[in-house]
């Protein structure tokens, strides 16, 4: 009903006016001279990152690339332009596909291997064992070491011979066929390198997964507990889900990793016998500071970064995806 004085009521058909959502509201924004003091504090609290980046990674890339098109020995100006030629000795060197077949090898075992060898040991070790401290200090120690030790300390290990290897296989019946082989044959060099390389590197990313575990809620084990559940299906249908983020990212920092290994196969085998465990790294710093072929070297540190930026982004867009959603803030709160 409506009169004069009476306020009207709608109803029936008429649509109703939808309610208005206060996050669709525009804030208002800060006066310029607040957002000109927060830009000028982030600018100076960036800068000494950015001149490191600037000075240390864009201008090497950008120096690579421009060496990448000339045939330089790596002292003077370079002068003799050979536009693409070094990427099509490239594309058709079959040391370089080697290294790559060698390196997707690596990239393979690191994944079925290594990291569930870390994995089965984090979990292990996040139990309530006496001593579990010390035991986590002790897989974790080879980290520490430089890699320059542990390929020294390996070589000694497996010297053909004289080496604690041979000592202990030799009286075996089923490993005594590698006694004096080890590091020297092409067949067993890579497995070899293989090993020396989960000792080394297991124990950072049985740390990541222990960190991960720390925060798996107690409430909801114990719940499956209840329900049931026992150790192997708490771990598969709680634990590992719950883990995913720090698994996507143990696998990211392992493949990468594997693309970029250099200074443990240069100690220990210097990428022999016969190429067998040469990587992308060494056969570029051999072209660059052995041969002197600086040009084509520069085109296979390219090579490298395009591969690993590639995989970088492909990985992100894919794997990462679900784990960065809301990671991103700005100043007024999360966006």
């Known amino acids: 009903m409506t009169g004069p004085g009476t306020l009207s009521v709608t109803t029936g058909d008429r649509p109703r006016r939808a309610a208005r959502d206060p996050r669709s509201e525009r804030r208002p924004k800060a006066p310029l001279g607040r957002r000109l003091r927060g830009w000028t504090a982030s600018t100076w609290f960036l800068l000494p990152a950015l001149l490191l980046f600037f000075l240390f990674v864009l201008i090497p890339i950008a120096v690579a690339l421009y060496t990448s098109f000339f045939k330089w020995g790596g002292f003077g100006r370079p002068e003799d332009f050979v536009g693409l030629d070094n990427y099509r000795k490239l594309s058709g060197d079959p040391i370089f596909r080697g290294d790559l077949l060698r390196g997707l090898v690596i990239v393979v075992l690191s994944l079925a291997v290594q990291l569930p060898i870390a994995l089965g040991t984090a979990v292990l070790l996040n139990q309530r064992i006496r001593g579990r401290a010390v035991y986590r200090a002790v897989f974790f120690a080879p980290y520490i070491l430089s890699e320059v ?38 067949g067993t060099a890579l497995p070899t390198l293989f090993a020396v390389m989960t000792w080394k590197y297991f124990g950072f ?57 250099f200074d443990l196969v240069w100690v220990t085998t210097t990428g022999g016998p016969t190429n067998s465990t040469e990587t992308m790294a060494v056969t570029m710093f051999q072209f660059g500071f052995k041969r002197y072929q600086m040009g084509y070297a520069s085109a296979i540190s390219v090579a490298m970064f395009l591969i690993s930026m590639v995989f970088s982004l492909l990985y992100q867009r894919y794997a990462l995806r679900r784990d960065l959603q809301g990671a991103v803030t700005s100043a007024g709160g999360r966006r």
């Open 149 to 186: 030790i542990a390929g020294v300390l390996f070589g000694i290990i497996f010297l053909p011979g004289s080496g604690l290897a041979d000592e202990v296989v030799g009286g075996l019946p089923l490993l005594g066929g590698l006694a004096g082989k080890w590091f020297s044959d092409p």
């Open 205 to 261: 990313h049985m740390m990541i997964y222990l960190a991960g575990l720390q925060g798996v809620p107690t409430e909801v084990l114990e719940a499956a507990s209840i329900d049931g559940a026992g150790p192997w299906r708490r771990f598969r249908a709680v634990t590992l889900p719950l883990l995913a983020p720090t698994l996507r990212i143990s696998v990211f920092l392992s493949v990468i990793g594997s693309i970029q290994l």
